[in-house]
């Protein structure tokens, strides 16, 4: 089932093999599809096309793994015919980091059927292009204030893999994913796979949150060596912030939230044991008011 589930493009794969050192050689893995609150992999994944130089390595079949009609692409008409189509895609690509340091981005669609096939052909391109390490990346809404600093949960299939650092929870059932059964199966199979998931203000998960694509870029070097470029980011940060700063001062409802959030996590870090109180109260995205759900909304639009 799963030898025709991938298809590889020969150039792409001497093109990897001719980078081979001795090194540590990595597959960085960001879908879409689950969770990426504030968009943080989409934005680093679009940040390392842009400067990467990508070789296509590998492209899944989607047809197999999409739903196509509970995520129906988009498609573009314009007077009297289709123009666009937003053709949906899984793929490998064989990318470079600012020193010219070679490693894979596996980006595209999560899929929606066939996890098992699917995860088993991510193993497949591990073992025949020799990857080492398995990373993946994408934010998470949590009860944290733009105002502190961005913070992440990193887990992995092995504690020798994973910074010395208190986690942040205890024992908490979420729903599955796609990338998630990468790691588990990874780690099932002994092979080395971490995560990391940068926490973004639960009020602007659904906002372009280019903060939060720079932490986990530098996440992700710390672990790796690889150098993605989060200065890269700094101006649409620099404007994300001067935006939101806009948007408290315009209410006081808003700053009284974010004070009273503010209070919150700080008193959590002070006392904190290691672990998130997840029944805690926290300020709901409706809470923020309307100034703040426009310019949520406004924002969203940033990142497709």
């Known amino acids: ?68 009609r509970s995520r129906r692409p988009e498609m573009v008409f314009s007077v009297n015919a289709f123009a666009e189509y937003d053709e949906p895609f899984l793929v490998v690509d064989l990318v470079k980091d600012a ?54 949960t990193i887990h992995g299939t092995r504690p020798d893999l994973l910074p010395a650092a208190p986690s942040f929870f205890s024992t908490v059932t979420v729903p599955g994913s796609a990338s998630n059964l990468v790691e588990y199966r990874m780690g099932e199979w002994g092979m080395g796979a971490i995560s990391v998931a940068v926490h973004v203000p639960h009020y602007l998960s659904q906002a372009a949150y280019p903060q ?34 806009k948007q408290v001062e315009a209410s006081e409802d808003v700053q009284a939230l974010v004070r009273a959030l503010e209070q919150q996590y700080d008193d959590f870090m002070d006392s904190r044991d290691g672990v998130f109180p997840l029944d805690g109260r926290i300020p709901t995205a409706e809470e923020l008011g309307a100034e703040f759900e426009k310019f949520l909304a406004d924002r969203g639009k940033d990142v497709p």
């Open 212 to 245: 939060a694509a720079q932490r986990m870029a530098r996440y992700v070097g710390e672990m790796t060596g690889l150098d993605l470029a989060p200065h890269k980011l700094d101006e649409a940060a620099r404007e994300a912030a001067e935006e939101i700063e």
């Open 1 to 68: 089932m799963i030898d025709d589930l991938v298809s590889w493009n020969e150039d792409g794969i001497r093109a990897w093999e001719d980078t081979a050192d001795g090194g540590e050689r990595v597959l960085l893995h960001s879908l879409r599809g689950f969770i990426d609150a504030g968009h943080a992999g989409a934005l680093l994944v679009r940040q390392i096309l842009d400067e990467g130089e990508p070789i296509r390595v590998a492209t899944f079949d989607i047809d197999r793994l999409l739903d196509y």
């Open 99 to 152: 020193t010219g340091r070679a490693f894979l981005l596996h980006h595209g669609l999560e899929p929606d059927v066939w996890w098992e096939a699917y995860v088993r052909a991510v193993k497949d391109i591990v073992d025949r292009l020799g990857v080492t390490l398995v990373v993946g990346a994408h934010g998470i809404p949590m009860a944290a204030p733009h105002t502190r600093e961005i913070r992440a």
